[in-house]
Every structure is written in structure tokens, then in C-alpha cells.
């Protein structure tokens, strides 16, 4: 095993990296942070193996709004470019697919709480998804979705009310629509700060629902461990 240095890009102070920075300690990977919403400094290319972009309330395409967005995009293309493993969560997912030639629209439905997917047979074929069941109970929070994959991108997941749950571009970047890495910390400032997420839907959880379910978090967890530890892995034998 060979020490990973992750570099997360957070959008909101409430969403952190949550359970990738305790998996990150337990093997002894260095992380660091960049909040950019406070226009924290992005790091050289060389100073970091992977890059983890975390989700946010904003819109890929609400650059006006959030004017850091422009020069997070160029950034994460660069890295891509570069033959960075990158691993992009919900709004994190959505930006890789708008740097990578996809398209970002909003989702039919809004999905939020606990609910499945279903992984592709060729995904769990995978090491690095094998982890899971064929249907699985996960965390989503979005409005928006990645609608079309970039070329050169495998579709691994889908659900009732969202196509695309998850995608690997060029095998070493990777989209998830949906949350892994919550805790129970990140859901109670999810439902506070986001409250106003929580219509009525035939998707939608109420706060509630959400926070009821500790086993669901930690499976998600363990998943997520999973994953980073067969990506771990592969990645020690390319070297």
C-alpha cells in the first residue's frame, strides 16, 4: 500500500467529505481542503493522487451566482487531463459530466432520503463495485442530474425516478449521484440547512424518515470503504 494524497473540493461548508476522511486516517492517507464558496486556494497538480468533489445546494451551470464555479471547471479538467483518479459526488458527479462533454438538467423528479438503485451487471462484474448488492439503499439529496454521459462514459447505476445514478469515465474517474459519505452529522446540517428541499414528492423523505435509519448510514459507509479501498488497491498496482 502506497499513501494516497486526496484533495477534496467542498462547495458548502455543510457538506463536507464526511466518512472519506475517516476511511482516508484508518489507512493512513493525507487529506487536505479546499472551500471554495470562500475562495480557498486550489493546489498544483502535483501535489495531490486524487481529487474528490463533493456535492452542494448550487447548479453547475450558476456560474453568475457562484463565479468560483469557472475556475473549479477549468481546474477539474486539467486534473482529468492530467490522469488524476477523481471521484465526484452528486454535485461533484454532475460537474465531471459538464467538463467532460455531458449535460447537467434538472431531473424529472427531485429525489431526497433513503432509496435505491439498482447497479448494472457490468458494474458489480467490476472489483471496484462488487461490493454491492445488485439493489441498494442509498442516500440521495438532488434536484439536478448528469441526463447525458460524456463519450467514452459506462452507466453503472440507475433508479425509478433518475437514469443515470452513477458512471466511470475512462476508468479512472468516477460520478455518484448519491451520498455515501454521509454521517449522522452530515445529515442533521443536510435537514437543517437544506430544509427547504423537503417538498412534497413522490421522492422526497421528510427529515424524519431521513434521520431515522443509522444502519443505513453505516452500510452506505462501508460501501463507500469498499470502493476506495479496491480503487486503493487498484491503483497501487498500476504504479
Given at each position: 500500500m502506497f499513501g494516497v494524497r486526496i484533495h477534496c473540493l467542498q462547495h458548502d461548508p455543510a457538506e463536507t467529505p464526511g466518512s472519506i476522511l475517516d476511511w482516508a486516517k484508518r489507512r493512513g492517507h493525507d487529506a487536505s481542503?479546499?472551500?471554495?464558496?470562500?475562495?480557498?486556494?486550489?493546489?498544483?497538480?502535483?501535489?495531490?493522487?486524487?481529487l474528490v468533489v463533493m456535492g452542494g445546494p448550487m447548479n453547475v451551470y450558476e456560474e453568475n451566482r457562484h463565479p468560483w464555479l469557472k475556475r473549479e471547471k477549468v481546474f477539474l479538467r486539467a486534473a482529468i487531463d492530467a490522469g488524476k483518479a477523481v471521484i465526484g459526488i452528486c454535485l461533484g458527479g454532475q460537474l465531471i459530466a459538464c467538463v467532460t462533454g455531458g449535460l447537467v438538467t434538472k431531473n424529472p423528479l427531485p429525489e431526497i432520503g433513503w432509496l435505491p438503485v439498482r447497479w448494472r451487471k457490468?458494474?458489480?462484474?467490476?472489483?471496484?463495485?462488487?461490493?454491492?448488492?445488485?439493489?441498494?439503499?442509498?442516500?440521495?439529496?438532488?434536484?439536478?442530474?448528469?441526463?447525458?454521459?460524456?463519450?467514452?462514459?459506462?452507466?453503472?447505476?440507475?433508479s425509478?425516478?433518475?437514469?443515470?445514478?452513477?458512471?466511470?469515465?475512462?476508468?479512472r474517474v468516477f460520478g455518484f449521484q448519491f451520498h455515501l459519505e454521509a454521517t449522522e452529522l452530515l445529515l442533521r446540517q443536510f435537514t437543517a440547512e437544506f430544509a427547504g428541499d423537503l417538498t412534497k414528492s413522490p421522492?422526497?423523505?421528510?427529515?424524519?424518515?431521513?434521520?431515522?435509519?443509522?444502519?443505513?448510514?453505516?452500510?452506505?459507509?462501508?460501501?463507500?470503504?469498499?470502493?476506495?479501498?479496491?480503487?486503493?488497491?487498484?491503483?497501487?498496482?498500476?504504479?
Amino acid at each position: 500500500m502506497f499513501g494516497v494524497r486526496i484533495h477534496c473540493l467542498q462547495h458548502d461548508p455543510a457538506e463536507t467529505p464526511g466518512s472519506i476522511l475517516d476511511w482516508a486516517k484508518r489507512r493512513g492517507h493525507d487529506a487536505s481542503c479546499t472551500l471554495l464558496c470562500a475562495d480557498g486556494p486550489l493546489p498544483l497538480l502535483s501535489d495531490f493522487d486524487w481529487l474528490v468533489v463533493m456535492g452542494g445546494p448550487m447548479n453547475v451551470y450558476e456560474e453568475n451566482r457562484h463565479p468560483w464555479l469557472k475556475r473549479e471547471k477549468v481546474f477539474l479538467r486539467a486534473a482529468i487531463d492530467a490522469g488524476k483518479a477523481v471521484i465526484g459526488i452528486c454535485l461533484g458527479g454532475q460537474l465531471i459530466a459538464c467538463v467532460t462533454g455531458g449535460l447537467v438538467t434538472k431531473n424529472p423528479l427531485p429525489e431526497i432520503g433513503w432509496l435505491p438503485v439498482r447497479w448494472r451487471k457490468e458494474a458489480l462484474d467490476d472489483p471496484l463495485f462488487a461490493c454491492f448488492p445488485p439493489e441498494a439503499t442509498v442516500l440521495e439529496w438532488h434536484g439536478d442530474t448528469f441526463s447525458k454521459l460524456p463519450d467514452g462514459a459506462r452507466l453503472l447505476a440507475e433508479s425509478a425516478a433518475c437514469a443515470h445514478q452513477a458512471f466511470v469515465y475512462k476508468e479512472r474517474v468516477f460520478g455518484f449521484q448519491f451520498h455515501l459519505e454521509a454521517t449522522e452529522l452530515l445529515l442533521r446540517q443536510f435537514t437543517a440547512e437544506f430544509a427547504g428541499d423537503l417538498t412534497k414528492s413522490p421522492y422526497v423523505q421528510s427529515a424524519r424518515e431521513i434521520l431515522a435509519h443509522p444502519e443505513y448510514i453505516e452500510q452506505n459507509n462501508a460501501w463507500l470503504s469498499a470502493f476506495l479501498t479496491a480503487l486503493e488497491e487498484r491503483e497501487t498496482h498500476r504504479r
